[in-house]
């Protein structure tokens, strides 16, 4: 419940704030009223030594969110992808959150196996490792099956981990309606509606099932992509708290040099990784949303091997369309096209000057274009157009946020692997394919056959549904009125159009 008995948590939040000096930094970086930082400090100050110590070697905020434990590493992660809220040097440091946390006991992850199941791991399992890798909510074991012989990954939760969350959850919610009521002014920053985006995601994390089908879709999505795979969920092994992947073999992502050494082209890889996030955000409106080099590997034939789908990314067709046209209308240097998408889209109130929208979006692509290639950032492009786009009273649209976050992401993965990367270039052609086949004649001849197939399946109904319509609007008299030449052409008209309709639809199909 979020009352006040969520105060004894929050003052020992703060403490650790305060004590590894993370309070003046973030509220710094979130622009907070001068009212806000003074409160925060004297309520702080006092009970500074009841704070966690934390490692001193990172960077104040992650050293206080990781002293705090995994439910605290994990909103950090949340809040890396909302650069409007923490700021942009913020998020970068929160970025830096690895989820390296002590793992809890091999048998401890056997006996939730076993339960989940219903059947002894060993039984299961010829092998079962101690954990390869130990995150804020699970930890991983490598294991192979005992009736196949395949080898496989097991994410197991930590225990206790979904109360541990809705503790701390309660404690976010409390202490955001407890700012907003008292600070009026932090509502721009809208902390309640980021804590409900929060829990939202890692309520989804929690429930493994909803993974091993981001996995199974994401797989489905991505299995005709020439150069990725992604491991497939065994549903049969998997549950609430575990899920089972096919394993993972190669070389992580992150290793440049044993990439180079294996003989691995990595100009080409660095390409396809840019191309795969967008055609993947692009084609399939659903992307890996945490496409960092811990999450990807390159296996030994050259393809590139994702994983790890607690985070996936979603937009829907329009918002792509809108999205390509801008990124077009970049790469062509159409400024005057750009800042249209924005007002046709209503990203920009209507009672703003288009063209001066236009020359300030030409302020910002220009210096961009006048770099050398090596130094072009598509991140860097998209960063400014926000700011640009917030100043024309644009609102924040959390799906165009995370979709930025990753591809910053994305770029600095491309660029790790080759720093002369020309992101533009190499961005173009799934662009400008995207266009082609869903912005012009052919799109319009597909959305038309679409809205001909919906209506189809209504033809049937169409005479009587106007019917009751028309009946219903009648005032009722005791002798009914004697029908109109109107109404009998107005269900003609619409018994023919659902014929035709149905007809088409049945060609088209």
Known sequence: MRGPHNIWRLIRTGATFERTGAMKVALEAMEAPPRLRLLARVLGWPFKWLGYRGDPALPPVTRALTALGPAYIKFGQMLSTRP???????????????????????????????SELGIPVDALFSEFSEPVAAASIAQVHRARVADT???VAVK????????????DVDAFHFAAGLIEALLPGTRRLRPTDVIH????????ELDLRLESSAASEFRANTQKDEGFQVPEPLWNLSSRRMMTLGWAEG????????????????????ERVLQLFLSHALRDGYFH??????????AANGDIIAYDFGIMGQIDEYTRR????????????????????????G?????????????????VGEPIFGMDASHISMARLLAYLFEVTERFGMQTRTELILLQRTMVVVEGVARSLNPNINIWQAARPIVERYITENIGPRALLRDLARTVRVVGRFGPRLPQLAEALLIRQTEPAPPPPRRSSLPTLLLLALGIAAGVAGTLAAMLH
């Open 156 to 167: 197991v939760l930590r225990p206790g981990i979904e109360r541990a969350f809705r503790r």
């Open 197 to 204: 985006h929060f829990e939202g995601v890692v309520m989804g």
């Open 251 to 270: 070389i992580p992502l992150g290793d440049v040099d044993a990439i180079r050494a294996a003989g691995h082209d990595c100009v080409a890889l660095s």
């Open 84 to 114: 409007d809220v923490v700021g942009q040097e913020l998020a970068d440091q929160l970025r830096v959150l690895q989820d390296k946390l002590p793992p809890f006991p091999t048998e401890t992850a056997k006996a939730t196996v076993a």
């Open 347 to 363: 990203y920009v109130p209507r009672d703003r000057d288009i063209d001066e929208f236009a020359r300030a979006l030409r302020a």
């Open 322 to 345: 809108v999205y390509a046209e801008i990124l077009i209308g970049f790469i062509r240097r159409d400024y005057r096209r750009v800042a249209e998408v924005h007002f046709e889209a």
């Open 289 to 298: 949303a945490d496409m960092h080099q811990g999450n990807m590997k390159v």
């Open 149 to 151: 012989g395949t080898d």
